[in-house]
């Protein structure tokens, strides 16, 4: 199964910027669909943004205009940038690739992302 690595969570204030990168132990070229979710305390995971092979992207209502998903295949890695960042997108993002095999379905082990206001 493909291993998720994610880095790039931290601390800060409202209004900055954070980016996400998540790198696959395995080559993405041939994954489907490749991800961000989030998880803040109380609440369900949710689908933040979705990146497909050949580049067509969905967000989540909450962040359209702010975030920007993309994935570089020949990196093996999907990144998430965050711009206009808000106490409520406080979260663990964790990282997600779907596919039509079993070794391409993987969650990584997430990042705390803390914006303060």
């Known amino acids: 199964q493909v291993q998720l690595v994610e880095s790039g969570g931290g601390m800060v204030q409202a209004g900055g910027s954070l980016r996400l990168s998540c790198a696959a132990s395995?080559?993405?070229?041939?994954?489907?669909?490749m991800g961000w979710y989030r998880q803040a305390p109380g609440k369900q995971r949710e689908l933040v943004a979705v990146?497909?092979?050949?580049?067509?992207?969905n967000y989540a209502d909450s962040v359209k205009g702010r975030f920007t998903i993309s994935r570089d295949d020949a990196k093996n890695t999907v990144y998430l940038q965050m711009n206009s960042l808000k106490p409520e997108d406080t979260a663990v993002y964790y990282c997600?690739?779907?596919?039509?095999?079993?070794?391409?379905?993987?969650w990584g082990q997430g990042t705390q992302v803390t914006v303060s206001s």
């Open positions: 997600n690739t779907r596919g039509v095999l079993n070794w391409m379905n993987a």
């Open positions: 395995e080559s993405t070229s041939s994954i489907n669909a």
């Open positions: 990146v497909i092979t050949g580049g067509s992207t």
